[in-house]
């Protein structure tokens, strides 16, 4: 029986045994897309697996890996190559870096994965193999099936799902503007029900599509349909998902989502002035009230997480008060703040690049750590606007009065936060008694 290993490497494993939120999909669905006959192990570096490249038993070894954990995953590929593994690796740095990818593995594939990586198989079986496998992201999802959830580690938290795929428009900073052809499409329902099906005993679900509610009056009309069959079969978790701001101008789809359970969205604000707006290519958001938005999303009971931008050239160092003032009028339930950041490939990345201002020290490429050469901010005065806008919001009177907005309106939010506090203190319990022993 051929041996495949799929890892997920990490930069380092001090994630061990720490609660994770929601789990990464590729290699579940990668392993779908596996004929029976080949036997499959999961190493999940970043929720706790050590991959031992130098001494892994395995024919196959497949990696599916992002921009901070690319150096520890050609490290993996540089060993695999000595011992004459078969080795692939997919995600967005090698989709936008392929050539990069191919000095530590046999084969990159670039973009979506199921029909590469079939294709791999097939090549592998019959002693062939292709530097490069392209994975157009605008096939048919009618055969993709629902990810192995054996291939999602144990250690997080919540289980994602995935109800679409894609995104048409093209913000300058987003990751997914490397994969070609990135036409948006729904997964059939049958085959999310049957995924939702899988999950229906966690506490809470959480959806990983670019955004839920799709680009058009017909995506809406589809999600619609959708809604009404998850509220038929009476799903007790809740869920939560991303989402674009257009949400607010459909009051049938957000009744709808709060009765099929979703409590929560995550909305790309990104900026709260004009000009970052465009400077991102979020024009969708350009001259939009988001006080009217939340309000609209709040009268349904849904709360919401904005997520937000800082370090792009148009701010200056009175940003940080203007976004906190422009967050707290509209009434954010939570507010994230990442720094801008240049994901390879990305037309941010390319204007960037040219100005000498990108960082290739991949490790450090996250959005909680700035990584690019800012305008108008030393990466100190970065950190320190990050963490203004920050405290703004986590301390206690805010706490107290965003849990007030919803001790009377629905406390599921609420059931979910104490639930999460339960698990940390579990956590902490765990890691007392690692350390006494
Ligand atoms: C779940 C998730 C997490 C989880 C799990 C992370 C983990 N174990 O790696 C949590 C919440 C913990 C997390 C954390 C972080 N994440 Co995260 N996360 C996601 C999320 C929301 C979903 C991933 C997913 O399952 N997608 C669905 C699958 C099906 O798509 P896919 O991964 O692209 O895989 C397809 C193809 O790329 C390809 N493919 C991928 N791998 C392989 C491998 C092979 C062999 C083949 C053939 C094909 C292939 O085929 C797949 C199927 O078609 C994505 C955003 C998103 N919507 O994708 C961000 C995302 C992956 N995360 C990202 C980042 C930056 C982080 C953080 C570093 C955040 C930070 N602080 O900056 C941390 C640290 C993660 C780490 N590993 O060190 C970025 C990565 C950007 C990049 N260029 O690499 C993303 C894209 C979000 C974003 N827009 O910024 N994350
Ligand atoms: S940021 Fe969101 S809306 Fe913009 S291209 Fe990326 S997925 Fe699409």
């Known amino acids: 029986m051929t041996k ?16 994770l939120l929601y789990c990464p999909l590729a ?12 036997k499959i192990t999961l190493y999940d570096e970043y929720a706790g697996d050590v991959f031992d490249a130098d001494n892994v038993d395995a ?3 497949a990696v599916a890996a992002i921009t901070p954990s690319i150096t520890r995953s050609y490290e993996i590929g540089k060993k695999l190559k000595k011992r004459k593994i078969k080795s692939i690796i997919g995600g967005a740095h090698v989709t936008a870096l392929p050539d990069e990818a191919l000095q ?5 594939c670039i973009g979506e994965g ?12 019959h002693g062939r193999k292709k530097d490069k496998y392209f994975g157009p992201m605008n096939v048919s999802l009618h055969n993709l099936g629902i990810p192995r959830r054996d291939m999602c580690h144990e250690n ?20 997914l503007t490397v994969f070609d052809s990135r036409s948006y499409r729904m997964i059939p329902h049958e085959t999310i029900l049957a995924d939702f099906d899988a999950v229906k005993d966690s506490y809470a679900v959480i959806l990983v599509d670019e955004n839920f509610i799709g680009y058009s009056e017909k995506d809406r009309e589809d999600r619609k349909i959708l809604l009404e069959k998850m509220i038929k079969r009476r799903y007790k978790f809740m869920w939560g998902c991303q989402t674009t701001t257009t949400i607010a101008q459909d009051q049938e789809l957000m009744r709808l989502m709060y009765m099929a359970g979703c409590r929560a969205v995550f909305v790309g604000f990104e900026a709260v002035d004009e000009e970052s707006l465009k400077f991102v290519r979020k024009n969708h958001n350009v001259g939009l009230d988001y006080k009217d938005l939340v309000k609209k999303l709040h009268s349904n009971n849904i709360a919401v997480i904005a997520s937000t931008i800082i370090g792009l050239d148009s701010h200056d160092r009175y940003y940080p008060a203007k976004l906190i003032k422009a967050l707290k ?3 954010v339930d939570y507010p994230r703040v990442f720094f801008a950041t240049a994901w390879p490939g990305t037309p941010f990345f390319k204007d960037l690049e040219k100005e000498g201002r990108i960082s290739r020290n991949w490790d450090e490429v996250r959005k909680d750590m700035p990584s690019i050469k800012f305008k108008n901010f030393t990466k100190e005065e970065a950190i320190t606007a990050r963490q203004e806008v920050l405290d703004a919001f986590f301390k206690p009177r805010f706490i107290i009065k965003m849990l007030l907005r919803w001790i009377f309106k629905d406390r599921s939010l609420i059931k979910l936060y104490l639930n ?7 956590r902490d319990r765990k890691k007392k008694i690692n350390m006494a022993a």
């Open 156 to 175: 997080y938290q919540f289980p994602s799902v995935l109800t679409s795929r894609g995104c048409p428009y093209s913000c300058s900073f987003c990751y």
């Open 4 to 19: 495949i290993a799929m890892v997920y490497p990490a930069k380092d494993t001090i994630h061990t045994g720490e609660i």
């Open 114 to 125: 199921e029909g590469p990586w079939r294709e791999f198989l097939a090549d592998v079986e």
């Open 59 to 61: 024919d196959i070894v």
């Open 27 to 38: 290699l579940g669905y990668l392993a779908t897309h596996t004929p029976d006959e080949y």
């Open 104 to 108: 530590y593995y046999d084969s990159v």
């Open 420 to 426: 999460m506090m339960k698990s940390y203190k579990e």
């Open 329 to 331: 009028d509209a009434k």
